[in-house]
């Protein structure tokens, strides 16, 4: 079946960047779906980070289009999240998932990633 | 553009029903019928329940339900087992963003 896992560092220093990837296993990202980023801060709610197609168009939340880069590697069946200029306000659980594109039908388990000095 | 208001807890015994709403606006919910429902249990990613306001994935057991009137969206949860305590979160479309509800706790009693 098709599961999707997040790698990445899980500590961050303010004002860098946050760099995260996804691997995608039983299926092709370069068959199809848009492939997409949401996070949730400890205790809190989701968001929608933004989200690309397998062809390489994005979306972003507009709340954090200016700090973030979402990327395809369809060689690597990977796509990856760089959000840049980080603060403990991104300290958060980053999942990464299959976008429909109007609903989301498969999550990663999800890495914490914590912005801290 | 706003999150999606959602009750933050509801609850109910075993074998009862119970529905969550999510409210929006003309902008999201009313808007657009790609309303979509996700269950989180703790220290776990959330599940896709229900998607285009009233769709079940393949899986789903049939006692979830979603509907929606206006700006309001709801998921109704008929004959609760224990294991369907867990938050509940909506999703709407909205241009973009996709924007998310705050989250229900679903306490089963």
């Given at each position: 079946?098709?599961?999707?896992?997040?790698?990445?560092?899980?500590?961050?220093?303010?004002?860098?960047?946050?760099?995260?990837?996804?691997?995608?296993?039983?299926?092709?990202?370069?068959?199809?779906?848009?492939?997409?980023?949401?996070?949730?801060?400890?205790?809190?709610?989701?968001?929608?980070?933004?989200?690309?197609?397998?062809?390489?168009?994005?979306?972003?939340n507009p709340s954090l289009k200016s700090r973030v880069t979402i990327s395809v590697d369809t060689s690597k069946n990977q796509?990856?999240?760089?959000?840049?200029?980080?603060?403990?306000?991104?300290?958060?659980?980053y999942y990464c998932v299959r976008d429909d594109p109007w609903y989301f039908d498969?999550?990663?388990?999800?890495?914490?990633?914590?912005?801290?000095? | 553009?706003?999150?999606?208001?959602?009750?933050?807890?509801?609850?109910?015994?075993?074998?009862?029903?119970?529905?969550?709403?999510?409210?929006?606006?003309?902008?999201?919910?009313?808007?657009?019928?790609?309303?979509?429902?996700?269950?989180?249990?703790?220290?776990?990613?959330?599940?896709?329940?229900?998607?285009?306001?009233?769709?079940?994935?393949?899986?789903?057991?049939?006692?979830?339900?979603?509907?929606?009137?206006?700006?309001?969206?709801?998921?109704?949860?008929?004959?609760?087992?224990?294991?369907?305590?867990?938050?509940?979160?909506?999703?709407?479309?909205?241009?973009?963003?996709?924007?998310?509800?705050?989250?229900?706790?679903?306490?089963?009693?």
């Amino acid at each position: 079946q098709v599961q999707l896992q997040e790698s990445g560092p899980g500590l961050v220093k303010p004002s860098e960047t946050l760099s995260l990837t996804c691997t995608v296993s039983g299926y092709s990202i370069s068959s199809g779906y848009y492939w997409g980023w949401i996070r949730q801060p400890p205790g809190k709610g989701l968001e929608w980070i933004g989200s690309i197609y397998h062809s390489g168009g994005t979306d972003y939340n507009p709340s954090l289009k200016s700090r973030v880069t979402i990327s395809v590697d369809t060689s690597k069946n990977q796509f990856s999240l760089k959000l840049s200029s980080v603060t403990a306000a991104d300290t958060a659980v980053y999942y990464c998932v299959r976008d429909d594109p109007w609903y989301f039908d498969l999550w990663g388990r999800g890495t914490l990633v914590t912005v801290s000095s | 553009q706003s999150a999606l208001t959602q009750p933050r807890s509801v609850s109910g015994s075993p074998g009862q029903s119970v529905t969550i709403s999510c409210t929006g606006t003309s902008s999201d919910v009313g808007g657009y019928n790609y309303v979509s429902w996700y269950q989180q249990h703790p220290g776990k990613a959330p599940k896709l329940m229900i998607y285009d306001v009233s769709k079940r994935p393949s899986g789903v057991p049939d006692r979830f339900s979603g509907s929606k009137s206006g700006n309001t969206a709801s998921l109704t949860i008929s004959g609760l087992q224990a294991e369907d305590e867990a938050d509940y979160y909506c999703c709407s479309y909205a241009g973009s963003p996709r924007v998310f509800g705050g989250g229900t706790k679903l306490t089963v009693l």
